[in-house]
């Protein structure tokens, strides 16, 4: 199996805040990579995937980047809604991997 | 929009078998694969299997030997069976709606299904 590993584990931040979380594949996966994002109580939706790509509907401040086994997931200006936990996911290979998480918390 | 409604027993003993279904509603069932995801204290995030409309299946071979994913096509349903549940099978259930391009991803997920496995 592929394994994800994201860090920081936790992060502390202030609303407008320019934050960046990373994500390493223990092998190269291109840019099979999906980022989501899970609040308290809820499903993880989608956030970005094939590495930088954004679905119709999440905010600009988000971006994706890397390839290989090296990616970013940036957050631009954080907004009170955007303290949450962040997951990588790859779909390189089956079975499909998410890594353990990254919380962003207020500072 | 497309949603995902799940529903199954939530509260199991050691070695019963864990069912969950979930429902398709608003958009097309064809051409997608539907999958089941679990977060468990021990584990995080596991992805445990996918089907296509035509009931071709992947596993996580992790879980293989105990899972089974299948579908009704007539009802836009699909359902988990994981067997010999223990402890460690406790968790929340997630059913997903995963898009295939050269990669996959999952774009729409329901809101999961606690699991409490417990003598």
């Known amino acids: 199996d592929i394994q994800m590993t994201q860090s920081p584990s936790s992060l502390s931040a202030s609303v407008g805040d320019r934050v960046s979380i990373t994500c390493r594949a223990s092998?190269?996966?291109?840019?099979?990579l999906n980022w989501y994002q899970q609040k308290p109580g809820t499903a993880p939706q989608l956030l970005i995937y094939?590495?930088?790509s954004s679905p119709s509907g999440v905010p600009s401040r988000f971006s994706g980047s890397g390839s290989g086994t090296d990616f970013t997931l940036t957050i631009s200006s954080l907004q009170p809604e955007d303290f949450a936990t962040y997951y990588c996911?790859?779909?390189?290979?089956?079975?499909?991997?998410f890594g353990q998480g990254t919380t962003l918390e207020i500072k | 929009q497309v949603q995902l409604q799940q529903w199954g027993a939530g509260l199991l003993k050691p070695s019963e078998t864990l069912s969950l279904t979930c429902g398709v509603s608003?958009?097309?069932?064809?051409?997608?694969?539907w999958n089941w995801i679990r977060q468990t204290p021990g584990k995080g995030l596991e992805w445990i299997g996918e089907?296509?409309?035509?009931?071709?299946?992947n596993y996580n071979p992790s879980l293989q030997s105990r899972v089974t994913i299948s579908v009704d096509t007539s009802k836009n349903q699909f359902s988990l069976n994981l067997s010999s549940v223990t402890a460690a099978d406790t968790g929340v259930y997630y059913c997903?709606?995963?898009?295939?391009?050269?990669?996959?991803?999952?774009?729409?997920w329901g809101i999961g299904t606690t699991v409490a496995v417990s003598s």
């Open positions: 996911q790859q779909t390189y290979s089956r079975p499909y991997t």
């Open positions: 089907i296509n409309h035509s009931g071709r299946a």
């Open positions: 094939a590495a930088s």
């Open positions: 997903a709606r995963g898009i295939q391009l050269w990669l996959t991803y999952m774009d729409v």
């Open positions: 608003g958009g097309p069932f064809n051409g997608y694969y």
């Open positions: 092998q190269s996966i291109s840019n099979y």
